[in-house]
């Protein structure tokens, strides 16, 4: 039989096909990248927008902080520490912030930004020229009250007061610990022990009766080979009354150790808690000698109102951004 031959339209086919299949993967690739270009394109463009916000709020702060500094003007001659205080909060934050020059790129902004700092500098000199050093310290306590201990001994406040609270219910938890552990201890054992020497009785007992001979209707063995057996039949009655003597015992048991812990699993949650705590609690303690929930509120307080008597309560000389 002669090999069949390919026509010049098969041929023409085949070559179509091949050219079809090379436009479509071009055309494919081609998308991909018009794909990838526009996102990159979206992206940039986010970027951008959000820099142009970022510029804009930028611009606002130096505003702010122009109205700011004009107020520190008004306001540290007659109340020095305070000004230098807010003024140094500030200045902080504006390092944070980052609203130096090199921040900008227009060189308006720029300038903004050096004129900022420069008065700033110039203020913080000014005020601190006409402050004794005792003042001075005092404008330092006050900022670190302000910034710093305030909020340490509001947190240490919170943190003796959990611990008094506990120290009035740590007896019980010491007391219902042995009993709790007790009660587990022996609730396992007797379980493990009962339902050890029941399962190994019934099963000595299954054992000895040897293999089923005869089925029910129901596919349930009827008669083993060794029904007749006395030593299968006194194993497997001892091996129900294993089981059983388990239940009576066990129950009870397990019962004792549900009601021991309902009284120790609360207490064990908040002992767990109070040592959780215990390096941040002696660190503060430590720091601010305080020992008590009361005292830390007391020095707290304190503080607080010994930072507003130095504080203006009119809202003309009160400095904020």
Request: hydrophobic share 40%.
């Amino acid at each position: 039989m002669s090999r069949p031959q390919a026509s010049w339209a098969d041929i023409a086919n085949v070559g179509s096909n091949l050219y079809q299949n090379r436009q479509l993967a071009n055309q494919s690739r081609a998308l991909e990248q018009q794909n990838q270009m526009m996102q990159q394109q979206l992206l940039m463009q986010q970027i951008e927008q959000m820099n142009r916000e970022l510029l804009i709020e930028k611009r606002k702060m130096l505003m702010r902080l122009h109205l700011f500094l004009d107020k520190v003007d008004r306001t540290h001659p007659h109340f020095p520490e305070y000004a230098w205080m807010m003024l140094d909060i500030v200045n902080d934050q504006n390092q944070i912030v980052g609203l130096s020059a090199s921040e900008f790129e227009e060189v308006a902004d720029m300038e903004k930004a050096n004129q900022i700092q420069t008065r700033i500098y110039d203020t913080k000199i000014l005020i601190l020229s006409n402050l004794s050093q005792d003042r001075q310290n005092y404008a330092a306590r006050m900022k670190s009250i302000v910034m710093t201990e305030e909020d340490e001994l509001e947190r240490l406040e919170y943190l003796l007061e959990g611990f008094e609270n506990w120290n009035e219910v740590s007896p019980q938890y010491e007391e219902i610990k042995p009993i709790h552990e007790r009660n587990k201890k022996t609730a396992i054992k007797v379980w493990a022990i009962g339902l050890v020497i029941a399962l190994a009785l019934l099963g000595g007992g299954g054992g000895l009766l040897g293999e089923c001979v005869e089925y029910d209707a129901d596919g349930v063995c009827d008669t083993y080979e060794n029904d007749d057996s006395i030593v299968a039949g006194v194993l497997m009655l001892l091996g129900f009354f294993a089981f059983i003597a388990t239940l009576i015992v066990g129950i009870p048991k397990s019962l004792a150790v549900s009601k021991s812990g309902k009284i120790f699993n609360p207490l064990n949650v908040q002992f767990e808690f109070i040592s959780n705590q215990s390096l941040e609690r002696d660190s503060l303690s430590s720091k601010h000698s305080i020992s008590t929930s009361h005292d830390a509120g007391q020095m707290r307080t304190s503080l607080v109102n010994w930072v507003d008597s130095m504080s203006p309560k009119d809202p003309n000389f009160i400095l904020e951004l």
